[in-house]
């Protein structure tokens, strides 16, 4: 069983900042792919950031430059950096983690953390 236990969201104003960690429990070998993504009513859920275990980020061309991903891959946990906040960023943020190996395992599984508001006011 593999768990992700998200943190750091909450209120700030517009061009504030918050930190949002990620950690993965469980009987887990490697981690492939750990990021983020958010969604708001009415709309699909939307990559934000995402680390590989090698350390190559991707972003949403949204966030680019305000926004930074970094992982430990010893604590299985990822870390998002916001910076320069908009109300537009206002969203649920969800983690994922695809390609969990986990121990005494050959199967690998993608998974998702339950989501932690983030909400910027104007």
């Known amino acids: 069983q593999v768990q992700l236990v998200e943190s750091g969201g909450g209120l700030v104003q517009a061009g504030g900042s918050l930190r949002l960690s990620c950690a993965a429990a469980g009987r887990i070998r490697g981690i492939f792919v750990m990021g983020w993504h958010r969604q708001v009513p009415g709309k699909q859920r939307e990559l934000v950031a995402a680390?590989?275990?090698?350390?190559?980020?991707n972003y949403a061309d949204s966030v680019k430059g305000r926004f930074t991903a970094s992982r430990d891959n010893a604590k299985n946990t990822v870390y998002l950096q916001m910076n320069s906040l908009n109300p537009d960023d206002t969203a649920v943020y969800y983690c994922?983690?695809?390609?969990?190996?986990?121990?005494?395992?050959?199967?690998?599984?993608?998974?998702w953390g339950q989501g932690t508001q983030v909400t910027v006011s104007s």
């Open positions: 994922r983690a695809e390609g969990v190996e986990l121990k005494n395992s050959i199967r690998r599984g993608d998974h």
């Open positions: 680390v590989t275990s090698f350390g190559t980020t």
